[in-house]
């Protein structure tokens, strides 16, 4: 290779001072004597002696030095290669899901069609070795409207692929709710990926499907009920031919809320046209500002036409754990919609949401008109306000997402993306023996989890999603059947989809059988930040023929929290 600044037959010394003596002159040959040969030695400076021609320059038509792109190329790919191991084995490593028991946050080997009824996408997750395949796709609900779905003869599609940070649980120690990849105490051949619940030192109780660290009921907050947030209804996808009507009952308006009401029983009447349209839901209060329209959801099975109860079943999980109707009910729910106000009186005007869990309701009121005026309020149905915020209020003409969550006993209402009012906890639901002990009181089955009422208003709701919160299962010892106590240096790790999941509550030590409910940290391989490759399946035209193949899902590629 040439050095710069140097041509080709040249030296560094072209600019030395020549410092050599005189060479004589011959005498001049005597008179009459023999002729004589002169030589004149001429002394060349190297100012003048011609530069060589660079090869360049030399033969314009000459070919040049092949392979100069690919050298370029085989640089660049060993450098990108380096960087890539060097990324891989010390910063962040990539991670493939084989299995459902973080389902739906994090989906393993499965198969999925649309509804042919909503459409919505139905995962079922690819069996266990030693599960059986025999009827695992067949005969497997929609977990948006209900419809039994054969996929039998879908085409398989490979779990999600997570990029693991390894060096965060050098910095910091694990936290409550977080995702974490770790190898397992009793089976140290592969990682496994599961959620903390559980911390150092506590004891870990199981009870009506949520969590208890020491005896306190174990909270989430907003942006950790979005991680763990499960599919139960969504407008979007409306069944055919009946459309959303039988899942939402009207209250009609009332004349005037302040005059007693006589309670006398009221038919049923389900949404049409005038409420329903085009997947949104239309309140029209507006008629006076005492008006009210009231809608209240129910879990309606269109197939054998009557509400049922909210369950904890799972569809991802095909038909391995048995029938659907034996799993226990759900009490934690998690509305999500966009929200317009389209017409509004002079003052007095609200919209509100109410979310129920089958022992208490809790209702967020927002007030519609000037921010300057505004005011939201958290109320409970027995024991009146919970939390106030001012200088919050709809706007009419404006959209806004709202969320409102009644999970973990906790009340939390945001709106675009903003937590507007202090989040309302309510004691876990107990009662108190004649001895004073305490002793949990059982909640009853949820068919109607969400109310949406608007007051002397024309208020239009779009994308309504209703979801439920994980329900952990007793299955296993641990934390279920008798408390788990966790070492100085222990965490209780759990998946997001408990009917289908091996984790702290099952694991024993195969020598002697005694459980094992604790993974220490220094066995915590990384945290998960990035689901960098969730597969769909697509169509492609190959040759004039249409084929079938796994490609990036972009709606399911997102950051980890």
Known sequence: MQRAGFLPGTTSRESAVDDSPPIPHPPDPAPGGAASVVVTVARLS????PLPVPPESANADSPRPPATAMRVLATVGVVFVGVFLFLRVFLV???GVPTGSMAPA???NHREAPCPRCGYPVRVGSPQPGGGREG???DIPCPNCGKRVNLADAREVNGDRLLVDKNVYQLRRPRRWEVAVFRCPVDLSKPYVKRVVGLPGEEISIVDGDGYANGDLLRKSLAEVRETRVPVFDMAYAPTPDGWGPRWVVHPADRDPRLPRVETARPVV???DAVVQKGALVLDASASPQSEVRLEYRHWNFDERKEDAVTAAHSYDGRTRGGYASFPAIHDFYAWCEVEVT??????????LRLFDGADSVAAELGVGPRAVGQVFLTHDRHGGLSAARGVSLEAGRTYALEFAFVDRRATLAIDGRVVVAPADLDPPERVRGSGKKIEVKRGEVKRPLQLGARGCRVVVRNLKLYRDIYYTQAGVSGTRAPAQLGRDEYFLLGDNSGNSEDSREWRRKSDDVPVPGVPEPDFIGKPFLIHQPLRLGRVTVGGRERIV?????SRLRWLH
Request: hydrophobic share 40%; charged share 20%.
């Open 136 to 138: 695992h796709f067949t």
């Open 270 to 272: 389900t949404a049409d």
């Open 343 to 352: 017409a509004a009186g002079t003052e007095g005007c609200s919209f509100a």
């Open 106 to 108: 994090l989906v393993g």
């Open 550 to 554: 796994q490609t990036l899902d972009w």
């Open 93 to 95: 490593e990539p991670f």
């Open 46 to 49: 190297l100012d003048d002696a």
